[in-house]
Every structure is written in C-alpha cells, then in structure tokens.
Nanobody, 123 residues
C-alpha cells in the first residue's frame, strides 16, 4: 500500500542545518508531486516546499519564508524526496510532514501523508 515516512528531524541551534527525508513504500515517488508541510499547534498548516513529478520536470517551489535557505530534491535511487534546511531559525520549529499528490503541487487534497518529524530550533 502507499506509504511515506519522514525522518531527519531533531534539535538544532539557530543557524544550523538539518536534512529531512521522505521515504516511500509500495510506490515510486518519481511519479508523484511531493510537498513538505509544517504545522505548529494552534496554527494553520503551512506549505513549505514542493517538487513536481518527473513528467512535469521535477520543478520546485518554496514558501517565501524559506526561499534561499531550504532546498527540495529527489534521490531516485533511494526513492526519497529530501528537504535540506540551512540557516535555521526558531520560527522554523514545527512538525514537518511529507504529502503526496497525483495531480499537482497546487492540489487542495493530498492523498498520502507521513506521520511527521519534529524540528526544534532553539538555543
């Protein structure tokens, strides 16, 4: 069955880096649009970054709040989508989720979600 699992979260100081991975089981991520979201309790879930499927050219987009600091990419041999996060700020603290869409990075509905991985940026 379709399943994704996030990993790589943890505690990091401001200015530090983390690399999150979204690993697929039961399907090939290359065929899908993959979007990273983050959420803080009491706040709306925020779209962070998305990469389109390979047929669409694996184009990328980023929220203004992370542009220039985060990079999304595919590792086809590992069947993962990774999010490299640099120059981390306390406001990046959140639970980060990987989600899958068959249709578009702009989809209102994402069909598959991971369990989330916690990122804490603090001194």
């Amino acid at each position: 069955q379709l399943q994704v699992v996030e990993s790589g979260g943890g505690l990091v100081q401001p200015g530090g880096s983390l690399r999150l991975s979204c690993a697929a089981s039961g399907f090939t991520l290359d065929y899908y649009h993959i979007k990273w979201f983050r959420q803080v309790p009491g706040k709306e879930r925020e779209g962070v970054s998305c990469i389109s499927n390979s047929n669409s050219g694996s184009t990328t987009d980023y929220a203004d709040s992370v542009k220039g600091r985060f990079t999304i990419s595919r590792d086809k041999h590992k069947n993962t989508v990774d999010l490299q996060m640099n120059s981390l700020k306390p406001e990046d603290t959140a639970v980060y989720y990987c989600a899958v869409s068959r249709s578009s990075c702009l989809a209102k509905y994402f069909e598959v979600w991971g369990q989330g991985t916690v990122v804490t940026v603090s001194t």
